[in-house]
């Protein structure tokens, strides 16, 4: 086991409401060396707190997030500085990530000099241009000195994942990093990520929106509905055999290219409830049309379809 993260709860205060909301609920998952894990989930769904805990950008209230057998959520400021060289965030826009005012080449250079990596400047100055070539950022002598208004959205996006990869990670948090971008740079972006997985030796958590992208790129998917994990299994479990009625209405949503292959569409009724009052039972129970008596009182447990396939729903459940 990799990066196992266990029963972990993250709450914060509502700006609005003055109460305290729980982004994540008891959750708990693993992701093993070398594997892509997806996280998918409509926004709300608290997949983004999930993403940042794992960089402890933010503290689960309780919980454990273990990397290699250590538990990151007792890291002190300096070991905290230390783990981050390991584990880097890819975030959704480009030009909020990268500061404005500086050059991109200097701003690679940057996380090499936080980290005390390459002995000075000339020796720095190489490391950066390899990584620039790699995601085809060339020659990169011609990129260095431009700032990231004076690139496309592709290219910047190219730039946070140069500076991500500069201190040989092993473990990437890609949230929506290619959600922002036009179609046709997104496919380039995303076999660039696949081809730097392979390469690299990288583990990746795949946090989108969009179902439909986990298909290239992801070998298991966690759907997320209201801070809870409602279904995790493997890319085929998910698409071929989804069992919770919430992965069914993402299924359905996604575009079929072959016309021959019809899709039932399921629409969750009505919209996604408040988390700071989330539904009482099952989250997801005042929009399931499978909704039991019991679904308005019990919270489902989670059920072992088989080796790698888990649900929380009460269809499954055989009492
Ligand atoms: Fe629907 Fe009940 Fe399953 Fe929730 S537990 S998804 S309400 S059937």
Do not use: W
């Amino acid at each position: 086991k990799y990066f196992p993260l266990k029963r972990t709860i993250t709450e914060f205060l509502t700006r609005k409401e003055q109460k305290f909301v729980k982004a994540v609920d008891d959750i708990s998952f693993t992701i093993k060396k070398g594997e892509t894990l997806g996280l998918v989930g409509e926004s709300g769904s608290g997949k983004t707190t999930t993403g940042r805990m794992v960089l402890r950008l933010l503290e689960p209230t309780s919980g454990t997030i273990k990397i290699n057998d250590i538990d990151i959520t007792s890291l002190t400021s300096e070991e905290l500085r230390k783990f981050r060289k390991k584990i880097q965030i890819i975030f959704q826009d480009p030009m909020a990530a990268l500061n404005p005012y500086m050059k991109i080449g200097e701003a690679i250079r940057h996380a090499l000099k936080i980290h005390k990596i390459g002995e000075n400047y000339t020796e720095q100055k190489q490391i950066v241009y390899d990584i620039m070539e790699r995601v085809n950022l060339k020659p990169a002598e011609q990129y260095y000195n431009r700032y990231p208004r004076d690139l496309s959205g592709g290219q910047r996006q190219r730039v946070v994942i140069a500076r991500a990869l500069v201190l040989k990670p092993e473990f990437i948090v890609a949230d929506e990093a290619i959600a922002m971008l036009d179609v046709s740079v997104r496919s380039q972006l995303l076999k660039l990520m696949i081809d730097l997985k392979e390469e690299f030796n990288l583990t990746y958590l795949f946090i989108t929106h969009d179902l439909a992208t986990t298909k290239y790129i992801c070998d298991r998917i966690a759907v997320m509905y209201l801070g809870k994990i409602v279904e995790i299994g493997t890319f085929e479990d998910i698409y071929r055999n989804p069992a919770h009625p919430y992965t069914k209405a993402l299924i359905s949503a996604v575009p079929e290219p072959d016309p021959k292959l019809k899709k039932q569409k399921i629409i969750p009724q009505g919209e996604v409830p408040n988390a700071v009052n989330p539904p009482k039972g099952c989250r997801f129970h005042p929009r399931c049309p499978y909704a039991m008596d019991i679904c308005k009182i019990e919270e489902p447990q989670t059920i072992k379809l088989d080796e790698q396939h888990e649900v929380n729903c009460h269809l499954f459940n055989k009492k």
